[in-house]
């Protein structure tokens, strides 16, 4: 999700979702609280796929077709990594609670909730609840949505299936330059994807035809605007091929319920300066769309 969403009508008629919104506005900026109701109790063997606002849910949706049911979930948290960390965190924990509840029924053994709430409060490792004795929610959580893309890396309408999630901006500023989270030994900004499943994804969409890249997707809260940050981000991300507002955050919430994540981002606009002429919101979509229908195969092939 990128902020430039907020003035899109001037560019995306079509798309009923954005138009007429104001920051984000009803349809963009809140956090859909039917969506975690309406998740299979079951999702052991299935896929979680967040996005931030429910133009980019409806897009996924209408790529995986009527048979999404049988193996998705597809949830709109928010704008934001921390709209996207607590709506994929919650919706994970919904899935742990309805396993232990499923096997209590069965006279199973499963963890108490106050165990689950220990283990993720007291361990900072990937995969947090591994410990409980549950079994991961989910095979995989993906965050997916359109973003930006940096010039010769990743064309407007293009796809980027990311290599890692780095929250770009998480650290602080100093008189020599910005440090990262990392470098000031509080944590990491860094998450890697699945790389198998990234490379088998970015494989199939080739062969259907569509433009893909790999490199990292980086996390924002303030998304970029001039050519100035845009070097900045690539002077602390080399590799940078995306920009969005989520990743780093779904990311995160699935390493600490042990469930590998994948970034998927389509482009709608270039990094830099910020011209809303140039943005191309239905076209993204459409190739979010696109991307999502090969996703499909690709899971359940």
């Avoid at 048979?67 to 919706?91: L, N, Y």
Wanted: net charge negative; glycine share 10%; proline share 4%.
């Amino acid at each position: 999700m990128n902020e430039h969403r907020q003035d899109e009508e001037k560019n995306n008629e079509p798309n009923a979702s954005f138009a007429n919104s104001g920051h984000h506005g009803e349809l963009t900026g809140k956090k859909n609280t039917s969506d975690i109701s309406s998740i299979q109790a079951n999702s052991s063997q299935r896929v979680l796929i967040v996005t931030a606002v429910d133009a980019e849910k409806d897009a996924v949706l209408r790529g995986l077709g009527d048979t999404a049911a049988e193996r998705f979930d597809v949830i709109a948290a928010g704008v934001g990594p921390a709209s996207a960390a607590a709506g994929t965190a919650a919706t994970l924990a919904y899935a742990v609670a309805a396993a232990s509840t499923r096997a209590l029924a069965q006279g199973s053994t499963a963890p108490s909730p106050s165990d689950v709430a220990q283990a993720s409060a007291t361990s900072s490792r990937p995969g947090a609840l591994a410990g409980t004795g549950s079994s991961p929610a989910y095979m995989l959580v993906i965050s997916a949505g359109i973003g930006g893309g940096f010039p010769g890396r990743a064309d407007v309408g293009s796809l980027v299936v990311a290599d890692a999630m780095v929250a770009a901006d998480l650290g602080s500023q100093t008189p020599d330059g910005f440090l990262s989270v990392d470098e000031l030994g509080f944590g990491s900004s860094i998450v890697a994807a699945d790389a198998e499943l990234a490379a088998r994804l970015r494989h199939e969409l080739q062969r259907a035809g569509l433009a893909v890249s790999g490199g990292t997707a980086v996390t924002v809260s303030t998304a970029t605007g001039t050519a100035e940050t845009a070097a900045e981000l690539l002077r602390r991300v080399p590799d940078a091929a995306a920009e969005g507002m989520e990743g780093f955050g779904v990311a995160t919430a699935a390493q600490q319920f042990g469930v590998p994540a994948l970034e998927l981002r389509a482009i709608s606009n270039a990094v830099g300066p910020r011209d809303r002429d140039a943005w191309r919101i239905k076209d993204a979509l459409d190739a979010l769309q696109a991307a999502s229908s090969i996703l499909r195969e690709v899971i359940t092939s």
